[in-house]
C-alpha cells in the first residue's frame, strides 16, 4: 500500500486510498523522510513535493530509492514509475520502468527518464508523447527538456492520425516543442502520406495556439485568372490583433498583395481588407480594393459604425472574391452584385428613442444599372411610449439628403407620427390606429420639379383579427386565424416630386396588411380606401412540432383610382392579386416551402416560388426549387450533398434559365473525412456580369492538428447548395 512520505503544505493519505497498517519502523522511516529527503526536494523546487511508493529504501541519508508504483507529484507535474531514485548532490531524480510523465499539455510514455528539479531539465530515451489539446502524438529516439515546458526531440515522428501506418506524418531529425510560447519547429522534415514521402522541408514550423509565421499556401484555377498560388504570412501583433499578408500569383493577371488586419477590443472591432494587383495582365491597369468595417461601443447608450467598400472596376468580386477570400464583406458577396454600398453612423439608444446620424453611398457595378441615391447626410429619430395601459404613441422623423451625379437632388425631412390603441384577447384582438405622413422637399437641379414641396397625408386604420383554437384527441392543436385590416388614405398626385428612395417591395402575404404597401420608401403613399382580409392557419403535432403553416389573403379596394410609381393617378382595380404562403413538413426531415401571387380572377400566376427540402441526416440534404416572376425570371434548380461511401461525400448544384434555355451556374465537388485529415475539390461555373462566364476550381486539404492547403469553400457552399456544409 503506497503511503504520502512528505508534503510541505500537509502530509495527506492518496485520493481514495485508506489509512494503512503501518509495519513496525515504518512510524521512522516516515519521521526520516520528513526530516531529510523530503526536505531536500522541497529546497529544490518552488511548492510541494509529495511522493508515493510502495516502499523507500536509504531515508535520511540524501541518496534514497522509492519501488513499486512510486508517484512524484512537484509543482503542476506528476511522475509515475517503477523504480524512482534520488540523488540530493546531483538534485536529480532517474526513474526507471513504465516511466509515465504528466505536464499541462503533455503526457510521455518512456523506459527511463533522468530529470533535474531545480534546473528543468531531463533526458528520456525513447519517448512516445501525447499534446493533449491538439491530440498530436509521435516517438522519438530519444528527447531532453531544455527548460521548463520546452522540449527537443531526436529523431521524432509527429502525427494526428492512429494505426500503425498512419494517414500522413512528419518525420524529422529533430522536433522542437515550445510550450512557453505555444509553437512547434522541425529541421530536416519529411511529409509522409500513406507511408510514402512526398514533400520534403529543411524548416518547418506551426503553431499551438496563434502565432506569427508562415499560414498553408493557397491554390486553385480560373478561367478568368489561370492557375493560382497565395502564400500567406500572419503576424500575431497582440492579444486582441493581428495581420495576414498574402502573395497571390495568378497565371493570367500577376502577382496580388492582400492583406487583412483585425482588432478587437472590449468596446470596439474591426477588420480592413487591402488588395492590390499593380499591372493588371487582363485589364491592362492597377487593380485595387479595400474594404473596412468598424464597430464601436461609445457607451450610455451611443455607439459608431463604419462600413466602407469600394473596387476599382465592376468584376472584382466575382473575378476574385472566391479566389483572394475577399468578397464576402460586400453586398452580394462572391459573384454578381449589381452595386456595393458604403456606409457609417453615430446612434443613440434607450428604452424609448433611437436616433442617428448616418452617411450613405453606393458603387455601381453592373453595366447601365442605376444604383440608389446616396443619402449624405441621413439623420433620424424614432420613438415608441405606451400611453395608459393599452395605447402607444410612435414617432418617426428623419432628415435625408439625397445625391447623385444626374438627375434631380434635394433634401427631404418626414415626419410620421402614429397614436393607436391595442385591445387584445385570447379570442382575438382589435387595434385602431391613426397616422399622418408629413413630408417637405427642397430640390437642386429641379426640372421639371418645383424647388419647394409640401405633402400632408392622414391615415386611418382599423385592424383585427380572431383567434380558433381546437385541440385535438391525440394532444395536436390547430389554429385558425381570420384577419382584417380597413385603410383610409385620401388620393393625391405625386408627381410633383421626384424619387430618391422609393420603390416596388417584394409583396407578400404580411405586407397587405401595411399602410403603404404599394411602395417602399417615403417618396410614394399609396391612397387606400380599402380591406385586407387573411386567413392563416397553422397545426402543432403532440409534440409540438408545426406541420403545416399557411396562409392566403387580398385586398378589396373601394378606390377605383390609385397613383404608379411615377407619381400619376391611374386606373384601380377592385381587387389586389391574391397572396399565398405555405409549409408543410409531413415528416421532421422534410421541409416543403411555398409563396406565390396570382392575378385576382386566378387565372394566371404573376409569381411563384417552390423549394422542397430533405435533411435526413448530418451532411445530407437535397434542394429542389423553382423561382418565376412573370416577365422576369423562370428558373429551376436541383442541389444536394449526400454521403457516397464511408468516409466520402459528394455535393452538386444546377440552376437552370428556362426562359434561355442555358444554365446559370454549376458547382460539382466531392470531399473526403479521413478523421486526421480531409480534402474536398469544386469545380464551378458561372455567368458573370455582362455574359461573361467563369469556370472555377475549388481544391482544401485539411490536415488535422498541423495546417491546411489550398481554398476554403464554405462560402459557396451556403449560397448555392442550402443546408450543405463541408466543415472538416
Known amino acids: 500500500m503506497k503511503r504520502a512520505l512528505y508534503n510541505t503544505e500537509k502530509s495527506r493519505p492518496r485520493p481514495g486510498g485508506r489509512r494503512p497498517h503501518l509495519p513496525p519502523g515504518m512510524g521512522m522511516a516516515l519521521l526520516g523522510a520528513l526530516l531529510a529527503p523530503g526536505m531536500a526536494i522541497a529546497a529544490a523546487v518552488e511548492g510541494p513535493v509529495t511522493l508515493y511508493a510502495d516502499q523507500v529504501q536509504g531515508l535520511g541519508s540524501g541518496h534514497w530509492t522509492a519501488t513499486g508504483h512510486v508517484e512524484v507529484l512537484y509543482g503542476d507535474r506528476r511522475i509515475y514509475a517503477d523504480t524512482v531514485r534520488y540523488d540530493q548532490t546531483r538534485d536529480e531524480i532517474t526513474a526507471n520502468g513504465h516511466v509515465r510523465m504528466i505536464s499541462p499539455g503533455l503526457e510521455t510514455d518512456t523506459p527511463k527518464a533522468t530529470i533535474h528539479l531545480q534546473a528543468n531539465e531531463g533526458v528520456i530515451v525513447h519517448p512516445r508523447y501525447l499534446l493533449k489539446a491538439q491530440q498530436g502524438h509521435g516517438h522519438a529516439e530519444s528527447g531532453r527538456e531544455l527548460s521548463k515546458d520546452h522540449y527537443q526531440l531526436n529523431e521524432a515522428c509527429y502525427t494526428t492520425c492512429h494505426g500503425q501506418k498512419p494517414a500522413w506524418q512528419l518525420r524529422s531529425s529533430q522536433i522542437n516543442l515550445n510550450q512557453n510560447d505555444n509553437y512547434v519547429s522541425t529541421r530536416n522534415t519529411t511529409l509522409d502520406v500513406f507511408g510514402l514521402p512526398v514533400f520534403w522541408m529543411p524548416y518547418l514550423s506551426f503553431p499551438l495556439k496563434r502565432h506569427s509565421g508562415f499560414l498553408a499556401p493557397s491554390v486553385g484555377s480560373s478561367t478568368i485568372n489561370g492557375f493560382y498560388l497565395g502564400i500567406p504570412y500572419y503576424f500575431d501583433i497582440a492579444r486582441n490583433m493581428d495581420d495576414t499578408l498574402t502573395v497571390n500569383y495568378f497565371t493570367k493577371r500577376g502577382v496580388m498583395l492582400q492583406n487583412e488586419f483585425r482588432y478587437l477590443e472590449p468596446n470596439y472591432s474591426g477588420k480592413l481588407y487591402l488588395d492590390l494587383l499593380p499591372s493588371d495582365q487582363l485589364t491592362h491597369r492597377n487593380v485595387w480594393a479595400i474594404s473596412w468595417q468598424h464597430n464601436q461601443n461609445l457607451g450610455d447608450g451611443f455607439s459608431f459604425n463604419a462600413d466602407y467598400n469600394h473596387v476599382s472596376y465592376k468584376n472584382f468580386l466575382s473575378d476574385f472574391g472566391g479566389a483572394a477570400g475577399f468578397g464576402s464583406s460586400f453586398v452580394g458577396g462572391i459573384g454578381n452584385a449589381p452595386y456595393i454600398s458604403s456606409s457609417g453612423g453615430l446612434y443613440y439608444n434607450n428604452a424609448h428613442i433611437s436616433a442617428g446620424a448616418t452617411l450613405q453611398g453606393y458603387q455601381e457595378l453592373a453595366p447601365g444599372g442605376a ?82 414641396v409640401n405633402r400632408t397625408l392622414p391615415s386611418l386604420s382599423l385592424k383585427g383579427g380572431l383567434n380558433f383554437v381546437r385541440y385535438g384527441s391525440n394532444g395536436s392543436t390547430a389554429l385558425l386565424q381570420p384577419l382584417f385590416k380597413y385603410t383610409y388614405i385620401p388620393l393625391q398626385s405625386q408627381s410633383n416630386i421626384p424619387i430618391f428612395d422609393a420603390s416596388q417591395p417584394y409583396q407578400d402575404f404580411p405586407m397587405i396588411f401595411e399602410d403603404n404597401s404599394l411602395y417602399t420608401g417615403a417618396d410614394r403613399i399609396n391612397a387606400a380606401n380599402q380591406v385586407a382580409l387573411g386567413l392563416r392557419g397553422t397545426w402543432l403535432t403532440p409534440s409540438g412540432r408545426q406541420l403545416w403553416q399557411a396562409a392566403v389573403g387580398q385586398i378589396r379596394y373601394f378606390n377605383h383610382r390609385q397613383i404608379n410609381l411615377a407619381g ?13 404562403e405555405g409549409q408543410y413538413a409531413p415528416l421532421p426531415d422534410i421541409n416543403l416551402i411555398a409563396n406565390s401571387q396570382t392575378n385576382a380572377l386566378w387565372s394566371h400566376l404573376e409569381r411563384l416560388n417552390l423549394r422542397a427540402q430533405w435533411l435526413p441526416g448530418p451532411q445530407r440534404v437535397i434542394n429542389l426549387d423553382y423561382r418565376f416572376t412573370r416577365g422576369f425570371v423562370d428558373q429551376t434548380g436541383i442541389s444536394g450533398a449526400w454521403p457516397i461511401y464511408k468516409r466520402w461525400q459528394a455535393l452538386a448544384s444546377y440552376q437552370y434559365d428556362v426562359t434561355d434555355r442555358k444554365p446559370l451556374e454549376e458547382l460539382v465537388g466531392i470531399g473526403y473525412d479521413g478523421g486526421c485529415w480531409a480534402a474536398h475539390m469544386m469545380v464551378y461555373h458561372q455567368i458573370l456580369l455582362g455574359g461573361q462566364s467563369n469556370n472555377a476550381v475549388y481544391l482544401e486539404i485539411v490536415l488535422r492538428g498541423l495546417t491546411s492547403l489550398g481554398n476554403a469553400s464554405n462560402a459557396l457552399l451556403s449560397q448555392y447548395v442550402p443546408g450543405a456544409s463541408m466543415e472538416f
Open 568 to 580: 400619376d393617378i391611374v386606373p384601380q382595380n377592385q381587387q389586389s392579386n391574391y397572396f399565398l
Open 371 to 452: 444604383a440608389p441615391y446616396s443619402q449624405l447626410p441621413r439623420l433620424f429619430a424614432d420613438g415608441y411610449w405606451r400611453v395608459g395601459r393599452n395605447g402607444y404613441f410612435d414617432w418617426h422623423s428623419s432628415f435625408n439628403y439625397f445625391s447623385a451625379s444626374t438627375g434631380p437632388t434635394g433634401q427631404r425631412l418626414d415626419l410620421t407620427p402614429t397614436l393607436g390603441w391595442r385591445f387584445s384577447r385570447g379570442w382575438g384582438f382589435l387595434e385602431p390606429r391613426a397616422r399622418l405622413y408629413y413630408s417637405h422637399y427642397q430640390i437642386q437641379h429641379n426640372a421639371p420639379y418645383a424647388r419647394a
